[in-house]
């Protein structure tokens, strides 16, 4: 029996007030309100019927991924949802550029994506870890999904000014085959492994020996002398033809490169196999959303003004068309505004939620689509899908994870953050063009002849957006988060930046469940106070 | 100017003798006849046109990849070609098991694959490296591709009698993280590194230590701690959820399960990341290839007899339906039949030749496909694709790389070789079935309530097949290989059996490939003498 059950077969015996007991009794109801959404159940209709409720109105503020989320699980029990979006599109942050896509940025001139039919890329998140949230609203939803090719081993490392292996690109397996090859060398033939800082058996030094010899495909005297696992010069095939492998690249080679240092980012938890994409793009999932919420969204409703009384909130937008004012009364909101412009919204919160949200930064981050003629990395390279990474100021080279073999194919020719995004973003649209195909070109010739289009973007001079995601310090974390995350009254925050998953979709559809839980929480004790005077 | 076009232009000034000299000096026709199929090119109409020869006729036997992709590449230059195939369905064993599909293995009863529409397994191969000529071939072919998941890092690790962790399920990428965490700590802690096996600079000793403590995600002092990268306790999320970790496994623990040992499994070069198969089933591939082989395949036709002369070759073969034999002649003969199955039929092969084809071991493996109602791995477990790696005689089971997020869906229960793919071979069906769910179930308790069907095969014991692929020591690689590459006058072999990459489609292909080229040459080569006679 599940806890909804339960409390199911409580309303129905002894009413809302019961319901209420029952809840709080099981610890559903109690101060502090609902911090994680790990137990997250959608609101029910029948949960407001036991508590002779019929939901209350709700204003959302932003029809991205947060907003609509919140709208769309409020909308099962009934809730009166109503979104007001500045833009002209759902998603916000989730965006997919393709034909005709639009934007100016700010201070920018506007650029329209002349992508041919079909090809498009995610201009903000792009991957779904297995183990997000988003992919049990992709289910939900009916959202198809494919690989996203994260880790691939044929695509390249390329260093410039890193030793002797600058300037040549390296498939990224040849790299981790020789490190490991070595780094297991190295203590595989530590003399006194007793001397090791573990304490180890004699049984489980030779397990250990054997682990080694096996993690560095080592010779039987456990030297590395390099590896099929590397990749061969020629490569095996039919008849008399073995194939001939290379000798390793040099141990202070690879230490000089420092391309070693970029495995571990394969590791990481969010970044491990397997991840996914929305077949189609990940604009999908905004669009799933939107058709569970057909006549809930204000298009080009920009924020003026985000009030409150202990009655309800008032919410005064300007249309973008227009230009006109309007306001939009409700009993409580939920704001998914990111914090570099709600910061300069006027709105009835304390001076120091106020003082919280102008003191997080938000990450600088940029993207180019850049569409060829031909998948030459596929054709030429063999590499289907994937990354390479560059201490380029590109930082990174997406190859597409779908449409394997197509003709033609949009690769995102940088993906970088920091100081390097805003460089990028300072240049003018073909400034930024002829910088990525420059150095993108230093690993594919064919950039060259094959480049067709263009299409970039600085998400901090995207307006309404003004940055990539949160980017909390841990000192912000202790002196500004915990404040964020208190209910303003009747307003709650929500979006990526009220989480632990900043950046990531999850972030964005879990605070939607904190935001959702304690409305619903507050409007189900309503319910108990009534009963009590009524 | 590519070669081809050069040949083109000789062909046009100097006719067939010329090109024929061109081809003889270029080093295309010498001995020894092509051995690699690297270099190949497909035959054209325009190389007979201008060696005034109209092809040749010629029988291939086995409609498998080997013999389609020869009729394949023969058919392009114009040659007349005809494929006996003793089966009623083309792919050999590129098999994909679907509802209706039926077979009866040596010895034992008509099985019928009861799966739901649309819900498949592959029992041959099922994974495509992106360096494989296979590839090229879908791209030729149209056969549209998606991502094969073959490592996962939220996949189990199970072992029985091995320590402490014993009959645990253990995330892949947990058991990855500790083992990398301590293996990097007992490097990084080696006191004197100058003392280490390897030359190292005081910059490379700098250089490696922080290499090794990103790699093991170590603690400032080198320790390693455990780390994110090995998942969490209870995951980050929204609000006050920073997420928390576990303490790592013990080094001790890790080293008598021996789990760390399968991780490089991953790193073959054959099963790194990228791999792909095809969109509906591997079955799309020999699908592809017999749409381009209208009318020129036999089925149902038995091979009885392989016979030549100086002049031709003569095919005895029996059909299938009626029991009557029959025959067919050509100019040259490509056989495909495996070893085990060809060792048992007369043909005119010399002593040497018989005797390699009969020494030939072949792999022992088998798969069952267990189809469940719901895909409780992706929901629950929340592994989507991937591979779970275990000791017991199961071997492996692997989840669905398709239809992710669909509510039902068939896994391979088992994946095995050697004496515990004879042992599951020696079962019947139904035990075959209980041993793979008791032993899955082990792992996935949900197997009991989920279950609804399935599908076992023995390779070893199916018919025209007799095994998985050849399984050459190194010994039959000097003594017996080199002999099954020459062709026997003019009967040329082809199948996977003929190549390095020996269970692999590649293997085929790039056979054919050989094959095609040497009848080709040879045809070639016959207009030369003519011209000079006549």
């Not at 409703?301 to 909130?313: K, L």
């Not at 310090?473 to 998953?501: F, V």
């Amino acid at each position: 029996m599940t806890r909804r059950d339960f409390l199911d077969q409580v309303g129905k015996v002894g009413g809302a007030v019961a319901v209420w007991g029952a809840m709080e009794s099981l610890g559903l109801l109690g101060k502090p309100l609902m911090a994680s959404a790990k137990e997250f159940t959608s609101p029910k209709k029948s949960d407001l019927a036991m508590a002779n409720k019929n939901g209350k109105k709700i204003i959302i503020l932003g029809a991205g991924i947060a907003g609509m989320a919140a709208a769309y699980e409020l909308g099962k029990a009934g809730y009166d949802c109503k979104i007001l979006e500045a833009r002209e599109r759902t998603g916000g942050r989730n965006w997919t550029v393709r034909k005709g896509t639009a934007e100016s940025e700010i201070n920018g001139v506007k650029q329209i994506a002349k992508f041919d039919k079909g090809l498009y890329f995610n201009a903000g998140p792009a991957r779904i870890p297995q183990h997000h949230v988003t992919i049990d609203y992709c289910r939900e939803l009916g959202v198809e999904l494919e690989v996203f090719c994260n880790a691939n081993e044929f695509s390249y490392y390329y260093q410039e000014n890193s030793g002797p292996l600058s300037s040549q690109k390296i498939r990224k397996g040849t790299v981790k085959a020789d490190t490991r090859g070595y780094i297991s060398e190295l203590l595989a033939k530590v003399s006194d492994k007793t001397a090791l800082d573990r304490p180890l058996s004699k049984e489980d030094i030779e397990r250990l020996t054997a682990y080694l010899k096996g993690e560095g495909d080592l010779s039987s005297d456990y030297t590395y002398k390099g590896s099929t696992r590397r990749g061969y010069k020629e490569l095996p095939g039919a008849g008399l033809n073995p194939g001939t492998i290379d000798s390793p690249l040099a141990l202070t080679e690879l230490l000089q490169s420092g391309m070693m240092n970029s495995i571990s980012g394969d590791y990481d938890f969010n970044q491990q196999p397997m991840l996914f994409q929305p077949v189609g793009g990940m604009d999908q999932i905004p669009k799933a959303l939107e058709s569970k919420l057909s006549g809930k969204i204000t298009f080009g409703a920009e924020i003026q003004e985000i009030r409150q009384s202990a009655d309800g909130v008032r919410i005064v937008y300007k249309t973008n068309k227009n230009g006109k004012t309007s306001e939009i009364t409700g009993d409580y909101c939920i704001c998914t505004i990111p914090l570099p412009v709600l910061k300069n919204i006027p709105a009835d919160f304390t001076p120091q939620m106020k003082n919280a949200i102008k003191n997080i930064n938000y990450a600088t981050t940029g993207k180019i689509g850049l569409q060829f003629k031909n998948r030459f990395w596929e054709k030429d390279d063999r590499i289907l899908g994937g990354i390479t990474t560059t201490n380029m100021d590109i930082s990174q080279i997406w190859y597409p994870s779908n449409d394997f073999l197509s003709q033609k194919g949009v690769l995102v020719g940088y993906y970088n953050f920091g100081q390097n995004a805003v460089d990028y973003g300072n240049l003018s649209l073909s400034q930024r063009q002829a910088r990525a195909i420059s150095q993108g070109a230093k690993i594919h010739p064919q950039y060259a002849q094959e480049f067709e289009t263009s299409f970039s973007l600085a998400w901090h001079k995207i307006k309404y957006s003004e940055g990539g995601w949160a980017s909390y310090s841990a000192s912000d974390r202790t002196n500004y988060y915990p404040i964020l995350n208190e209910p303003q009254g009747r307003i709650h925050l929500a979006g990526e930046h009220l989480s632990y998953l900043t950046g990531w979709m999850a972030g964005a559809f879990e605070s939607a469940r904190i935001a959702v839980s304690r409305i619903h929480e507050e409007v189900l004790k309503e319910s108990k106070v009534t009963s009590k005077v009524g």
